[in-house]
């Protein structure tokens, strides 16, 4: 069998898919690629269905040796990848034989890099899906982040591909800026006073280094609850609520003032006040901003979140069609 | 003794974002919210509509996710609405078939306390343990007043959440008799695996270590999570609770920790379970009654 050697992991590097879906109700999140469109354009652009196995890296991204022919692309966040110390593309399909190696500088925007390799990162589906879900060690390989010196199995592929293929510019996304997350007010927003609500909307929000698969804690402002008395079985802080379940994008402000977004390994329910969830697609964009990074809520109904959906759906067709040329 | 019926408030329907339906049945806690939750989401499931991913019920609410390039969450909506008007309530002849099983729990256990001796600047009262501080907000004299309360009448898994497999309990008794304590002014970033937790007027059990906000009581030793599925009671699912178990916590000491530790060690752990079937609205009028049932029957 054909395996990818991992020279380096990189800082925090693991399988993703689509993600693993029907357990949420037992509390299990679907982990997945944070950034579903980049992870997706990577697998076309080496051939690969969307939803075969890909590597994400975090911040740092790995050091990769290939021991056959095979077509790789880097998609994600802004960063210089070299092939041999060499550098070449992101968003590029490159040709790649035995015994090169692909290495990643520093990240200039953005925060996850995705790696597809033609054949797909070949670990045991687990539950339906390859992607790793650290805090309980499912999926993935062996559950866990990339080590230094270690070696995944790889898919058969449909020969080496032709390499080349390269998405346009203006179908990657734009990591720069303030990240604008649209988000669908409501859940539990009524515990915010009008005051606290509109404030929440209205603050430029630093990502903490408290920033990782599960969820993001912002710091920058202070939300008021309205008070009352606290409903049978809540607690009595005014954050708190009879245990509920949260949306993947929910976003819940324990304390009033470090408002947690919850993503793909999120934990599937608790008992702080959910204001809001930020629509599918904008995870992407979330994903894509680390430590000290700056991101807003913007207010917006059902239908812009359905819309945005449909358009990321045309975007990743419009890919798939360029790539296809 | 018989309790007052509650009548629950219209349901609330929100959109979590594209990708999940919420539906809050009360603010409070309730058998009847849950009741009514689960007569919900079980005609739901019955249905199986394409593009519902998932069905989630939790305490007083529930959840459905959704996979909106399948589903309009406003056409799910609409038959969330028309199954809360025809099938919102168990009928009074409902009879739940579950199990009924014996939790046991090292209270004021070593390991807990370590850890929220860590954690006091996140507390409310930092000069007691959270134990301590539960039995004086709640009207105890002593902690033995607020554990006998506690493990004297069995819970039933309202949720499973939060991480996979951790079951919250809501105790089978009335309301001015059930145990409530705030979480943590801030959630902990460590409890120890297995920690018998407490929050709002939920029991857990947290199956792997992790982030936390509930205050910590006490520590099982049985797993409720088992990913290499060595024992026996996890053959079939890595988790061990289901949706309406019913959970009694019995006090332990020292010496039957560890022999039931040993056990889980070597393999060899069994929870003690017992099938049993009861109609929720007969719990509701008189929760003494069933909860002796329920009792002889886990220990015959």
């Known amino acids: 069998m054909s395996e990818l050697r991992v020279r380096a992991g990189g800082l925090y590097t693991t399988v993703q898919d689509t993600g693993r879906f029907g357990h949420y109700h037992m509390g299990m999140p679907p982990s997945g690629a944070m950034d579903t469109y980049s992870a997706v354009v990577a697998n076309m652009l080496v051939g690969n269905p969307d939803g075969a196995g890909v590597l994400e890296g975090t911040y740092i991204g790995p050091t990769l040796e290939f021991t056959d022919d095979r077509v790789v692309a880097v998609t994600g966040a802004d960063v210089p990848v070299t092939l041999n110390d060499e550098p070449v593309e992101p968003w590029t399909a490159i040709r790649v034989r035995s015994g090169d190696v692909l290495g990643f500088a520093m990240i200039r925007a953005g925060c996850r890099a995705y790696v597809a390799v033609s054949g797909g990162i070949d670990v045991p589906v687990y539950l339906g899906s390859r992607s790793t879900y650290t805090l309980t060690g499912i999926g993935g390989h062996e559950g866990r982040k990339l080590a230094d010196d270690e070696s995944l199995p790889l898919g058969a592929a449909d020969g080496p591909g032709p390499g080349g293929a390269a998405v346009p510019e203006d179908l990657r996304p734009d990591l720069t800026g303030t990240a604008q997350l649209r988000t669908v007010v409501g859940l539990c927003s009524y515990r915010l006073t009008e005051g606290g609500l509109a404030s929440f909307l209205g603050t430029d929000w630093k990502v903490t280094k408290d920033a990782d698969r599960v969820g993001y804690r912002l710091r920058g402002g202070t939300l008021d609850f309205t008070e009352r008395e606290q409903p049978f079985g809540a607690g009595s802080d005014p954050a708190n609520v009879v245990d509920l379940g949260y949306p993947i994008g929910s976003i819940q402000v324990p304390g009033g003032d470090e408002p947690i977004v919850l993503l793909n390994d999120a934990v599937t329910g608790g008992g702080y006040a959910t204001i809001g969830t930020v629509i599918s697609v904008d995870r992407d964009r979330i994903a894509q901003t680390k430590t000290g990074d700056a991101v807003r809520f913007d207010s917006v109904d059902l239908d812009t979140a359905l819309a945005a959906r449909r358009d990321r759906r045309e975007r990743i067709e419009r890919v798939r069609s360029r790539i296809a040329r | ?300």
């Open chain 2, 1 to 300: 003794m018989t309790t007052e019926k509650i009548q629950l408030p219209p349901a609330r329907y929100e959109y979590g974002g594209d990708e999940f339906v919420f539906v809050e049945l009360d603010q409070a806690m309730s058998l009847e919210a849950n009741f009514a939750g689960m007569a919900v989401t079980n005609a739901l499931r019955q249905e199986v509509i394409d593009g519902v991913v998932d069905i989630c019920p939790s305490n007083a609410s529930y959840m459905v996710q959704i996979d909106p390039d399948r589903l309009d969450p406003r056409e799910l909506v609409e038959e969330l609405r028309r199954l809360e008007s025809t099938v919102g309530t168990l009928p009074d002849d409902y009879v739940l078939k579950t199990r009924v099983v014996d939790v046991p729990v090292l209270f004021n256990d070593p390991w807990t306390h370590e850890t929220l001796m860590r954690f006091r600047d996140r507390h409310q009262d930092p000069d007691a343990t959270d134990l301590e501080y539960a039995a004086r907000i709640n009207g105890f004299d002593s902690v033995q007043g607020v554990v006998d309360a506690m493990t004297s009448a069995p819970w039933i898994v309202t949720m499973l959440g939060f991480v996979p497999g951790l079951p919250f309990c809501y105790q089978l008794v009335p309301r001015q008799r059930q145990i409530q304590v705030p979480k943590y002014v801030r959630p902990r970033t460590d409890t120890p695996e297995r920690t018998f937790g407490f929050g709002g007027a939920f029991a857990v059990v947290y199956p792997v270590r992790g982030a936390g906000g509930y205050q910590m009581f006490g520590m099982a030793p049985a797993p409720v999570f088992d990913l290499s599925q060595s024992l026996p009671d996890f053959a079939d699912d890595i988790c061990f609770p289901k949706a309406n178990d019913v959970l009694r916590y019995r006090a332990i000491d020292m010496a039957e920790f560890e022999a039931t530790r040993s056990e889980v060690e070597k393999g060899t752990f069994r929870y003690r379970i017992r099938e049993v079937e009861f109609e929720p609205a007969t719990l509701l009028a008189d929760p003494d009654a069933v909860n002796r049932e329920l009792l002889e029957v886990l220990y015959r």
